[in-house]
């Protein structure tokens, strides 16, 4: 169920991405298109506008000149008037401006005003011409040039009141739409993005927490069972242990008194039965011997009669007593309860680091400090022998080829790993070594 959950968790997540990345798009895609009409119509519109203004005005001011100049003989009008070529590019100028804006136009309203546009220029075209002949006449009628003067005046400020007023104006109310478009856009794009980002956020949180409640009951499982087997285990070790000790030793040891009624049985001049006897009392020493140390690697029985404070503190008196080294026990100072399996791995981490230290450390001093703090047990086995390089080393097995049930170090880093604990060792040659366990407890 959950697994079905995480998936639908994380199909939607990918839909909303690529639904954001879709949105992103497509208002690029409009805003493109928003600009691009700008750039296209608006803004040529804008600048033709402009052009035939600024054509208009100079087809004006040519006409304008030709009047004054043949008519009140002003002189620094001659030189704009006499250029017939420059009035007429103007006019021409005007109309080509006029075909290019019909081009760009978009709406039969526009139309209409080209019409419009076209008959005023003609209407004023016309004009001028009339004007300019009237006036190259022998006889000039000064009343009809003035009146047709007054009226090439009012049709010059009406186109361009025109093109200012009608085009111009419709042409920025256009651009300020579109403008208005384009920041709707934006606005809609913004709003719906910080949606969709709120939406996505909200369900990867949601997957996170599913995902990490996922794991924990998953990790709440694998401790319960790990516990489960290590108890298994322990108790295993405890039978067996008991069976060797109570069983086993027992019968070895009547073996052992049957070997001693047969040997003050057999003759004193019987040498080689009496060596094959002593022998055989040596084997079955022996074996008892290595019974107990069976045992005692199953499950040291001063654990239950000691616990595990005390169990260390026998540990380490003998390590003293055994290779003279000056060592040093710092206990808890609180009553220290924790479970079976904890007090095993600590017994065996410290029998482990005493017996590493007197094969290899050549210590003079070494000290062991439990405590228990902050819900946690903490072990500190500390030795000031030679060290060695630990990383190079780490990964090579360091386990006793006599030990069976994996004692050594790296087999207590699995199982104190397994525990939910951490165990680390700091060392160096010269330096020293130091062993730090702790455990949840």
Not at 31 to 56: C, D, F, V
Not at 104 to 110: A, R, T, V
Not at 199 to 213: E, K, T
Request: charged share 25%; proline share 2%; hydrophobic share 40%.
């Amino acid at each position: 169920m959950r697994e079905k959950q995480l998936l639908i968790g994380f199909g939607i997540v990918i839909i909303l991405t690529v639904s954001i990345g879709l949105i992103g798009i497509l208002q690029i895609n409009a805003l493109n298109t928003t600009i691009q009409a700008l750039g296209e119509r608006h803004l040529p519109r804008e600048s033709l506008i402009l052009q035939m203004k600024e054509s208009n005005a100079l087809y004006a001011m040519g006409v304008r000149n030709y009047v004054f100049w043949r008519v009140s003989k002003y002189l620094q009008s001659a030189s704009i008037a006499s250029d017939i070529n420059f009035i007429k590019k103007s006019s021409t100028e005007f109309n080509d401006s006029l075909l290019h804006y019909q081009d760009l136009i978009d709406c039969p309203e526009q139309e209409n005003w080209i019409k419009i546009t076209k008959d005023s220029a003609k209407q004023l075209s016309a004009m001028g011409n009339r004007l300019m002949e009237l006036i190259d006449a022998k006889t000039p009628n000064k009343n009809r040039i003035n009146q047709l003067l007054m009226a090439f005046e009012n049709k010059f400020y009406e186109i361009d009141e025109f093109l200012s007023g009608t085009l111009s104006k419709n042409n920025l109310a256009s651009i300020k739409k579109q403008l208005v478009i384009a920041n709707n856009q934006k606005q809609t794009a913004i709003t719906v993005l910080i949606i969709s980002l709120c939406v996505a956020v909200f369900l990867g949180l949601g997957i996170s927490f599913l995902v990490y409640r996922s794991l924990h009951r998953e990790r709440i499982k694998r401790e319960e069972l790990t516990n489960v087997m290590l108890s298994m285990e322990e108790r295993e070790r405890k039978n067996l242990s008991r069976q060797i000790h109570d069983q086993l030793s027992q019968d070895l040891s009547a073996l052992k008194i049957y070997l001693d009624l047969m040997d003050h049985n057999v003759a004193q001049t019987d040498k080689a039965q009496k060596e094959k006897l002593q022998k055989s009392k040596k084997i079955l020493s022996d074996l008892i011997e290595k019974g107990h140390n069976i045992s005692e690697l199953l499950r040291p029985p001063e654990l239950d009669e000691l616990g595990v404070v005390e169990s260390i503190a026998a540990l380490v008196k003998e390590h003293q007593d055994i290779t003279g080294c000056r060592c040093y026990y710092k206990k808890p100072q609180t009553a220290l309860k924790c479970s079976a399996e904890y007090s095993l791995t600590l017994y065996r981490i410290v029998q482990e680091a005493l017996t590493n230290s007197a094969k290899y450390a050549q210590a003079k001093y070494i000290e062991v400090s439990l405590v228990h703090k902050s819900k946690n047990i903490k072990l500190t086995v500390f030795d000031n022998g030679i060290g060695f390089e630990y990383l190079p080393r780490q990964a090579i097995s360091r386990r006793r080829k006599e030990d069976k049930l994996k004692l050594g170090l790296q087999g207590l880093r699995e199982r104190v790993e397994l525990l939910g604990g951490t165990l680390k060792v700091k060392t160096a040659h010269g330096k020293g070594t130091k062993i730090e366990v702790t455990l949840k407890g």
